[in-house]
Nanobody, 114 residues
Framework: QVQLVESGGDLVQPGGSLKLSCAAS????????MAWYRQAPGKQREFVAS???????NYGGSVQGRFTISRDNAKATVYLQMHSLKFEDTGVYYC????????WGQGTQVTVSS
């Protein structure tokens, strides 16, 4: 079992920056990769970024060049640094971990508004 807790969501102006955190606990040694997804009101959940155990990263097209995913293995935490935020980045951001099965966090709200 893996538990995930996201934090860092906030209200931010367009063009601003925000950093999200996802702290994992439980069977963290079994985690193969972790990712961030987001869901805007009335839309399907979409992929944002992922990071493998090896450190290899992957990004969704809409955030490429603006967002950076990283991990601190000692703290069992994954981060999502977001820059140049746009209105369309608004949504609930979820942390996802894969360790023989998929685990999700409860989400953290990011609102980009002037």
């Amino acid at each position: 079992q893996v538990q995930l807790v996201e934090s860092g969501g906030d209200l931010v102006q367009p063009g601003g920056s925000l950093k999200l955190s996802c702290a994992a606990s439980g069977s963290i040694s079994s985690i193969n990769n972790m990712a961030w997804y987001r869901q805007a009101p009335g839309k399907q959940r979409e992929f944002v970024a992922s990071i493998m155990k090896s450190g290899t990263t992957n990004y969704g097209g809409s955030v490429q060049g603006r967002f950076t995913i990283s991990r601190d293995n000692a703290k069992a935490t994954v981060y999502l640094q977001m820059h140049s935020l746009k209105f369309e980045d608004t949504g609930v951001y979820y942390c996802r971990a894969f360790a023989s099965e998929v685990y999700w966090g409860q989400g953290t709200q990011v609102t980009v508004s002037s």
